[in-house]
């Protein structure tokens, strides 16, 4: 919640900034915090009290440089954390929502997000 305090927790940050470092540096992480929840008997969303991201690094599999790249992405990216924006669902199964459903983001910030990083990015890469 402390990288991107401006999406709203209903709009799932952490989620939000797995697809962000994905987008802009290729690696994958899962989230974990509001969407990870099951919904309230009424409907309203199980809000959680820590919106996480883990990235996993398998051992002796990666190369130190390639460990740096990643790094220098998610510093690109806090500095650059105000493009992130939310998500909502397009599809919302009753059970196992955040790995069966699917979702969409919340205007155009993906756009923004990937013009930004090529923006910045060196002529020729």
């Known amino acids: 919640m402390r990288f991107a305090p401006h ?21 994958r992480g899962m989230e974990r915090g509001a969407l990870s929840e099951a919904r309230n008997p009424d409907g309203s969303e199980q809000l959680s009290s820590m919106e ?7 051992k002796r599999v990666f190369f130190l440089s390639q460990l740096k790249c990643v790094a220098d992405r998610l510093g690109w990216l806090h500095e650059n954390r105000e493009l992130v924006g939310g998500l909502t669902f397009e599809e ?9 459903g699917r979702l969409k983001p919340v205007g155009d910030w993906q756009r923004r997000l ?12």
């Open 7 to 27: 999406v709203p927790q209903v709009q799932y940050p952490s989620a939000s900034l797995a697809a962000a470092i994905y987008l802009i540096s290729g690696v």
């Open 52 to 58: 996480l991201v883990r990235l996993a690094v398998s």
């Open 114 to 125: 990937a013009d930004r990083y090529l923006q910045d990015m060196p002529s020729g890469l």
């Open 92 to 100: 919302e199964p009753k059970t196992l929502r955040f790995f069966l």
